[in-house]
Nanobody, 124 residues
Framework: QVQLVESGGGLVQAGGSLRLSCAAS????????MGWFRQAPGKERAFVAA????????YYEDSVKGRFTISRDNAKNTVYLQMNSLKPEDTALYYC?????????????????WGQGTQVTVSS
C-alpha cells in the first residue's frame, strides 16, 4: 500500500512558476513508476508527465514539453513537478500517481495509487 500526498499548488500569474511535490509513504517507493496527471473543470483527467523507477526515462505530454520538469528523489520518497512559464490553460487539479507495472506510463489506468490532488490556478 502506498499513500501519496501532494503539495505546492497555488495561485500564480501567467508566466510564473510553481513546484509541486508528492510525498509517498512506505519503503518501496523506488519500485514504482510515478506520474503526474491533471483534471480541469469539466474535463477528464489527463496525463502530464511520468518518470521511471530510476529516473532514467521520462515522458511528457506535448503541451508541457520544455516548460515542466518531472524528477524524483528515491531517498526522500518524493516526486516533483517543476512548472515554468505557466499558462491559464494549465489551471487544474494536479494528481500524482504510482504504478507497479506499466505499459506506457501515460495511461491513467496503469496507475494503482493516487493522491488527493493539489490545485493549480494560473491567472491571465
Amino acid at each position: 500500500q502506498v499513500q501519496l500526498v501532494e503539495s505546492g499548488g497555488g495561485l500564480v500569474q501567467a508566466g510564473g512558476s510553481l513546484r509541486l511535490s508528492c510525498a509517498a509513504s512506505g519503503r518501496t517507493f523506488s519500485r514504482y513508476v510515478m506520474g503526474w496527471f491533471r483534471q480541469a473543470p469539466g474535463k477528464e483527467r489527463a496525463f502530464v508527465a511520468a518518470i521511471s523507477r530510476s529516473g532514467g526515462s521520462i515522458y511528457y505530454e506535448d503541451s508541457v514539453k520544455g516548460r515542466f520538469t518531472i524528477s524524483r528523489d528515491n531517498a526522500k520518497n518524493t516526486v516533483y513537478l517543476q512548472m515554468n512559464s505557466l499558462k491559464p490553460e494549465d489551471t487544474a487539479l494536479y494528481y500524482c500517481a504510482a504504478a507497479r507495472t506499466v505499459v506506457s506510463g501515460t495511461n491513467l489506468n496503469d496507475y494503482d495509487y493516487w493522491g488527493q490532488g493539489t490545485q493549480v490556478t494560473v491567472s491571465s
